[in-house]
């Protein structure tokens, strides 16, 4: 197949090994003419996974437009707070496209990804579940949901990333899937915010935390009922909140030393889309009835020192 990918970081390189391993015509988009030019000549990215050499790479660059010609399918890698700077010009983005990304478009509209794209023209799949960047590029065994409306789309993500290390658990609840994507970044800097509590402080809250994120799903995605706890759905909340790849956790542990915001965001120095996906939800009306979800938007909007995270934790588990 000839195949799309939009994106340079880490996760777009683990998914560029799988579909490059599996055969494919692969036209990669990167953000920089030096990270294209270091891939091509080199077949390595110039500052992520230096140890890794990547099969030969048909077609690389910074042009959109050549990045998306006469291919089959496009696989959409960007952080969410990136899709409008590097989509936003186009008008019309027909065909299949998968959306690896998890976190909310920031605009005029506040989308999830798919809803983005659709509004484009797109037919959408949705692949996410825990999914680390770092031991998806190792051949770690991975367990992700691809959710689609449609058997035949399922087939094609199989046919672009399964093997025997990187497993597509087929699921019709796209909007959930997609939704437990957001949601469990913004659960993990929670997490991250009582790490020095120790391990069973930390058990006891992400039991909590399921609890509730089932209860969100259910106020934003009522005509869904995906299977909770299974690898694409509660294994991507444990994996965002206790791993230690997890920027969205290791911004939760700063916040929990007394770091503002953006000083913990500087520190991490890479993208936290928990943070971003924050400012999509201030709005949502009923975000007062969930404390733990509540308590985490007030502290990112600057309503509630971060220290205060700690003293809704030891309620939630009253």
């Not at 077949?43 to 660059?61: C, K, N, S």
């Not at 993990?188 to 915010?193: E, M, Q, R, W």
């Not at 509590?197 to 995605?221: C, I, S, T």
């Amino acid at each position: 197949m000839r195949v799309a990918l939009i994106g340079g970081g880490s996760w777009g390189c683990a998914l560029a090994r799988l579909i490059l391993k599996k055969g494919h015509l692969l036209r990669w988009w990167v953000h920089a003419e030096d990270i294209a030019r270091n891939l091509q000549e080199k077949r390595q990215h110039p500052f992520l996974f230096p140890e890794v050499v990547f099969p030969e790479i048909p077609w690389v660059g910074t042009s959109i437009q050549q990045a998306l010609e006469e291919v089959d399918a496009c696989v959409l890698a960007l952080p969410a707070r990136h899709i409008e700077a590097v989509l936003g010009g186009l008008p019309e983005l027909p065909g299949f496209w998968i959306s690896c990304t998890k976190g909310l478009v920031l605009g005029a509209l506040i989308q999830r990804p798919s809803q983005y794209l659709r509004a484009k023209g797109a037919e959408v799949a949705v692949l996410s579940g825990p999914s680390h960047a770092e031991e998806v590029i190792q051949d770690r065994p991975t367990w992700v949901a691809f959710a689609t409306s449609k058997p035949e789309l399922y087939e094609v993500g199989e046919t672009l990333f399964g093997q025997p290390t990187f497993r597509l658990l087929p699921t019709p609840f796209l909007n959930a899937l997609e939704w437990v994507g957001i949601l469990k970044n913004l659960y993990a800097i929670l997490l991250g915010v009582v790490s020095t509590w120790g391990e069973n402080a930390r058990a006891a809250l992400a039991a909590v935390v399921l609890a509730e994120m089932q209860e969100v799903l259910r106020a934003l995605v009522p005509e869904e009922s995906p299977p909770f706890l299974s690898p694409g759905w509660a294994g991507d909340v444990l994996v965002t909140a206790f791993s230690m790849y997890s920027r969205n956790q290791r911004f939760g542990q700063l916040l929990g030393q007394g770091y503002a915001p953006q000083a913990a965001l500087h520190k991490v120095g890479m993208v936290v889309e928990g943070y971003y996906a924050a400012q999509g939800l201030q709005a949502w009306p009923r975000q007062s009835e969930f404390p733990l979800l509540a308590a985490v938007l007030q502290v990112l909007a600057g309503q509630r020192p971060p220290t205060s995270l700690r003293e809704a934790v030891t309620l939630a588990l009253r």
